[in-house]
T-cell receptor, first 113, second 109 residues
Framework: GAGVSQSPRYKVTKRGQDVALRCDPISGHVSLYWYRQALGQGPEFLTYFNYEAQQDKSGLPNDRFSAERPEGSISTLTIQRTEQRDSAMYRC???????????FGSGTRLTVV | KNEVEQSPQNLTAQEGEFITINCSYSVGISALHWLQQHPGGGIVSLFMLSSGKKKHGRLIATINIQEKHSSLHITASHPRDSAVYICAVSLNRDDKIIFGKGTRLHILP
């Protein structure tokens, strides 16, 4: 597609529910990044992929968070047993390869009530 | 201590002023990025630097690898430049990104 697409744009969920956030990167982009941003804060790195391989997941806050990119294209970030502190804007970015310029998606605003 | 530090945190200036935002980092990097985030939340990549200086319109970004420091300059600032400017670095050892906390810039008409 023309840009990085994320869905849903907004997600409100009850505490304890699982959520899956989707990122559709620019076609052909090798690298895909997930990060989140709390209101008024800078972005916080979560994890990233080169092709289908998850390169670094050290930014995932705990084992309730997981991400996959099975075919090296679309990626899903899953949060299990959501908690209120998980509420944030979750953003995805992709790049042609590693250090090349990033293109950011519009994000998914997650609210856990 | 954060690995990427930005200053100032907040900056208010009059239209037309020359703006400088600073970024210092303490890790080995392969590239440094300047990003702009507008009040609506969208993020735009402004520059990617690994050395020297880049210019795009009224925006200039410089990096000093030895001093581990980068600056973003805005000449003839305008209210539409009001946004949060974020410095991010790609680590040498892998492609992990570390973000600064951002500088909130407000240009008054």
């Amino acid at each position: 597609g023309a840009g990085v697409s994320q869905s849903p744009r907004y997600k409100v969920t009850k505490r304890g529910q699982d959520v899956a956030l989707r990122c559709d990167p620019i076609s052909g982009h090798v690298s895909l990044y997930w990060y989140r941003q709390a209101l008024g804060q800078g972005p916080e790195f979560l994890t990233y992929f080169n092709y289908e391989a998850q390169q670094d997941k050290s930014g995932l806050p705990n084992d309730r968070f997981s991400a996959e990119r099975p075919e090296g294209s679309i990626s899903t970030l899953t949060i299990q047993r959501t908690e209120q502190r998980d509420s944030a804007m979750y953003r995805c970015a992709s790049s042609p390869q590693g250090n090349y310029g990033y293109t950011f998606g519009s994000g998914t605003r997650l609210t856990v009530v | 201590k954060n690995e990427v530090e930005q200053s100032p945190q907040n900056l208010t200036a009059q239209e037309g002023e020359f703006i400088t935002i600073n970024c210092s980092y303490s890790v080995g990097i392969s590239a440094l990025h300047w990003l702009q985030q507008h009040p609506g939340g969208g993020i735009v990549s402004l520059f990617m630097l690994s050395s020297g200086k880049k210019k795009h319109g009224r925006l200039i970004a410089t990096i000093n690898i030895q001093e581990k420091h980068s600056s973003l300059h805005i000449t003839a600032s305008h209210p539409r430049d009001s946004a949060v400017y974020i410095c991010a670095v790609s680590l040498n050892r892998d492609d992990k990104i570390i973000f600064g906390k951002g500088t909130r810039l407000h240009i008054l008409p």
